[in-house]
T-cell receptor
Framework: ETGVTQSPTHLIKTRGQQVTLRCSSQ?????VSWYQQALGQGPQFIFQ???????GRGNFPPRFSGLQFPNYSSELNVNALELDDSALYLC??????????FGPGTRLTVT | QQQVKQSPQSLIVQKGGISIINCAYE??????FPWYQQFPGKGPALLIA?????SEKKEGRFTISFNKSAKQFSLHIMDSQPGDSATYFC?????????????FGTGTRLQVTL
């Protein structure tokens, strides 16, 4: 088990709603990345935060946004939820972008 | 340019056998190649990783072979066990710098039978 924790474990939302997912990084890590993993697929990079600044973004629309806090924990916010947003959302922490360790994920279902 | 191609999609191996999963990448800027193991309902767990300055890395029953000129790398699981049954993902990224996102393969579902 890594020291990365995520909450909540599962979440059900309705199309059009907004959601916030949370991640606590492993002790000593200053970088957090978020990934979306659709069923049967590999994780897809959403964005990365380093020292509270966005530091790289994948091919996701602006309604996906995030924050990193001074203690290096992080939030992922998704606005105007769509059915295709249903996925496992993974947080990974690392020290300055080196070896990433993943949390257990948050399973989001959009109905 | 950012794709990582992984094969096979699924693999059935008898207990004690060798499981081999292959990946190929296109972007020569990648310099970090990890393998992750994922069980149903869990996040990916880092298994083993390699840098392109070595051709092979072994940790216990897991070995990565790396061919820089062919832009290919593979995972070998020796003496495969039923507990190894999981989905395996290769990935590629840059180990230096802070915008080091990982690009993942599509995964290989491994089943080890008795």
């Amino acid at each position: 088990e890594t020291g990365v924790t995520q909450s909540p474990t599962h979440l059900i939302k309705t199309r059009g709603q907004q959601v916030t997912l949370r991640c606590s990084s492993q002790s000593g890590h200053n970088t957090v990345s978020w990934y979306q993993q659709a069923l049967g697929q590999g994780p897809q990079f959403i964005f990365q935060y380093y020292r509270e600044e966005e530091n790289g973004r994948g091919n996701f629309p602006p309604r996906f946004s995030g924050l990193q806090f001074p203690n290096y924990s992080s939030e992922l916010n998704v606005n105007a939820l769509e059915l295709d947003d249903s996925a496992l959302y993974l947080c990974a922490s690392s020290l300055a972008g080196r070896q990433e360790y993943f949390g257990p994920g948050t399973r989001l279902t959009v109905t | 340019q950012q794709q990582v191609k992984q094969s096979p999609q699924s693999l059935i191996v008898q207990k004690g056998g060798i499981s081999i999963i292959n990946c190929a990448y296109e972007n020569t800027a990648f310099d970090y190649f990890p393998w992750y193991q994922q069980f149903p309902g869990k996040g990916p767990a880092l298994l083993i990783a390699i840098r392109p300055d070595v051709s092979e890395k072994k940790e216990g029953r897991f070995t990565i072979s790396f061919n820089k000129s062919a832009k290919q790398f593979s995972l070998h699981i020796m003496d495969s066990q039923p507990g190894d049954s999981a989905t395996y993902f290769c990935a590629a990224g840059r180990a230096t710098g802070t915008a080091s996102k990982l690009t993942f393969g599509t995964g290989t579902r491994l089943q080890v039978t008795l």
